[in-house]
């Protein structure tokens, strides 16, 4: 195996890994006791972040590689352009969407949604197997492409910060997720911030935590 292709197998076990926390989540009798009660997101209860998760931080992937990319679209060459792509670009309405999107699918309850994410996991693993290192997907509501494993940090990244938000919504340890996931979040999260706020202020926010605000990179 190249040293090309161990880097893509790498990134695919990493998301699948985490997409294997997500259906734990998902399934946790704590989170369906308590899904309709708000979440720590705004407008939004704890079975409308556990859809979200589910829907972005796994099946969507499976979703996308059913289209094949048609030519003459922007592309995306990282996980940093594309958050950084897509919060300057995003409107209060696709904001909307997002919640609304999750909404519906929490609506089918936890137990649906659990079978559901499970299913779709399982057929999604055999398939990234199977793909080529310089698969491009389109990605963004269609708007773009990016490289599938590229992409997968997207994903990654989706997984870690949701995971997050609903074990503090149900008031629980965040779910065990893999150092490398998490470091591969730092990375893109400082990537981001770097980019959006420069170097003086990234400074400032990882090492003098009296000066205010405090800097989201998002």
């Known amino acids: 195996m190249t040293a090309m292709q ?4 790498s990134v695919r076990s990493l998301f699948l890994e985490g997409a294997q926390v997500v259906c734990e989540a998902v399934a946790d009798d704590a989170v369906a006791g308590r899904w309709t009660e708000r979440s720590v ?5 704890i079975g409308s972040v556990a859809a979200h998760v589910a829907r972005g931080g796994v099946w969507v992937v499976d979703d996308y590689l059913d289209i094949e990319p048609p030519g003459g679209l922007p592309h995306i060459d990282s996980a940093v352009q594309y958050f950084i792509r897509f919060v300057e670009s995003s409107t209060a309405d696709q ?13 089918d309850g936890p137990a ?7 299913s779709r996991l399982e057929s999604l693993a055999t398939r990234l197997a199977d793909e080529a290192p310089d698969r491009v997907v389109l990605v963004a509501q269609g708007t773009v492409t990016m490289g599938l494993d590229e992409y997968l940090e997207t994903r990654i990244v989706e997984q870690v ?5 609903l074990a503090r919504s149900i008031g629980r340890d965040p779910w065990p997720v893999p150092p490398a996931a998490q470091d591969l979040v730092i990375q893109v999260g400082c990537g981001i911030g770097l980019q959006r706020h420069g170097a003086t202020q ?3 926010c990882l090492f003098r935590s009296q000066l205010d605000p405090v800097l989201p990179v998002l």
């Open 202 to 204: 990234m400074m400032r």
């Open 6 to 9: 161990q880097s893509h197998q």
């Open 41 to 45: 997101l705004e407008d939004q209860t």
């Open 95 to 107: 904001h909307r969407d997002i919640r609304d999107r999750g909404a519906q699918i929490a609506a």
């Open 161 to 165: 910060v949701h995971l997050d938000d």
């Open 112 to 118: 649906g949604l659990a079978v559901m994410v499970r």
